[in-house]
């Protein structure tokens, strides 16, 4: 539940005052921290006189007191990368997050020096309004900065902005490597790396922060692999008695089945929540505006993923764990089967974890913090994500079965039941049963006029308007975010040939 908000200029308190309101439900609705620091530099020529500047967001746990060398060990910067930090410790340390696993970060010293930092996998968002070709305020969401400026970008992953420049400080590419563990040593090391995530995202969690008091903390289950192993993971580090779990659907949902067996065998307290047409049309352009994308894929799974956190936080949840990364780092994607040559499917996994930033990690990131909640997402760990990257293709697609995420089925099959160990891979919108009920929601409120009048529509390159479902979240966005450079902050879900 944290929050990352910088202002410059004349306005700047009162810029920062409107950027709060905008994200307060990031926050569970309390504000985030002001420290005492009104001038910092941006460029990397000093100018003669300080830049006027506001900043709020949160003091991770770890680094309070603001530590430069905890600023430096998160990075581990390599002085060939050219990378001067300002001397001396910061007066202040900012985070949304927690490091080194999933942060946006701002580190503020006495001469008015300013870092800003994103974690390599960009699990936690961060965007920046330009002016004259310079950053001039820097959010945690898109929304916040729209009353601002029309020159919205992304604030690159893995990427330090420091003395006015960006710096690239890793490249996932670069952790492709080779290991000479057996299958069965690397299913275990496996097992043993999403606990450690697990473990490491409570320790650092909201759920441990003063106030939290006894809050409960949540799993969110599809009945899948990926969010399956998340849950066996943290029974195994945390104990069944401190979690609860959570699982949407429609009436004929493929998961909600599925998640009640995992919680069964698991010994979780679990809530199923049913979800109908009539409610899906009433969420939608909460969704949509929390979600700052039209993508449909992606809108469709986070209808679904919006009101089980919903379903959460009114249960008392601060902190959520998500499967979301499994896909990604062990090939569960069909399509990925039919790519040859085999090394193949390494690069194309790496372009769908680079993307995920504004994919999948996005939609649990809005969907979640819309709700106030704190989400962990333990198979997207850096360390988890370099170890992936070391194991055979053929240890991710079976070359015998063709069954996708071989190994991280191998890792935790002991654990969970047989049914749910061997079910395929299904999207989040196909297995909770969505898919059909947005189609239904989109033709009550698209005429065939107004499909024919937009039918064929590029409206970013590459991406027409082709069905009523796109029609239909195009409008709502548009509602939303009026600024064309928004639409370039957006990512395209590439898997849905899958």
Known sequence: ??????????????DLQAMEGKLRHRTGGR??????VREVHFAAE???RPVPTAL?????????????????????????RSVTLPEGEPQVVLCDGHPPDAFTLAAVWEDGSILLARDPLGLRPLYYLEEGG?????????????????EIKVFPPGHVFVNGEFHRLTRLADWV??????????????????????????????????????????????????????AAAAVARLGSEKLLSFAAGTSDSEDLPRARQVAEHLGLRHTEYVFGEEEVAEVLSDVIYHLESFDAPLVRSSVANYLIAREAAAAGCRL?????????????????????????????????????????????????????????????????????????????????????????REAFR?????????????????????????????????????????????????????????????????????????????????????
Request: charged share 25%.
């Open 31 to 36: 504000s985030p921290w002001r420290p005492k």
């Open 1 to 14: 539940m944290g929050v990352l908000l910088i202002a410059t200029g004349e306005k700047a308190e009162a």
């Open 177 to 230: 490597s080779e290991s000479d563990l057996d299958a069965p040593s690397a299913a275990a090391r496996l097992a043993r790396l999403v606990e450690d995530a697990v473990e490491r995202g409570y320790s650092s969690g909201v759920a441990q922060s003063p106030g939290a008091g006894e809050a409960a903390v949540g799993v969110l289950l599809s009945g899948g692999v990926d969010s399956s192993v998340v």
């Open 320 to 408: 959520v764990y998500c499967g979301e990364g499994g896909d990604e780092l062990f090939a569960g994607y069909h399509y990925l089967k039919d790519i040859e040559p085999r090394d193949r499917v390494t690069d194309e996994l790496l372009i769908l974890l680079e993307g995920g930033h504004a994919n999948g990690f996005q939609r649990v990131d809005r969907m979640t913090a819309a709700h106030g909640l704190e989400a962990r997402v333990p198979l997207s760990a850096p360390d988890l994500v370099a170890a992936a990257f070391q194991v055979p293709v053929d240890w991710k697609i079976h070359p015998e079965t063709g069954q996708e995420k071989w190994l991280l």
């Open 414 to 498: 002991d654990r969970l039941p047989h049914e749910v160990v061997e079910r395929p891979k299904a999207k989040f919108y196909e297995g909770s049963g969505i898919e059909g009920v947005m189609a239904r929601v989109a033709e009550t409120q698209v005429s065939d006029a107004d499909l024919e009048k937009d039918r064929g529509r590029e409206v970013a390159p590459g991406v027409t308007l082709d069905t009523k479902e796109q029609v239909l979240y195009y409008r709502i966005f548009r509602e939303h975010f009026p600024q064309e450079s928004v639409v370039e902050t957006i990512g395209w879900t590439r898997t849905v040939v899958s």
């Open 134 to 150: 310079r950053p001039v305020a820097f959010a945690s969401e898109v929304k916040a900065l729209c009353a601002l400026g029309s």
């Open 46 to 48: 000093r100018p003669q």
């Open 56 to 80: 709020a967001g949160t003091v991770p746990p770890a680094l309070e007191g603001g530590s430069g060398r905890e600023v430096t060990r998160i990075f581990e910067i390599p002085a060939a």
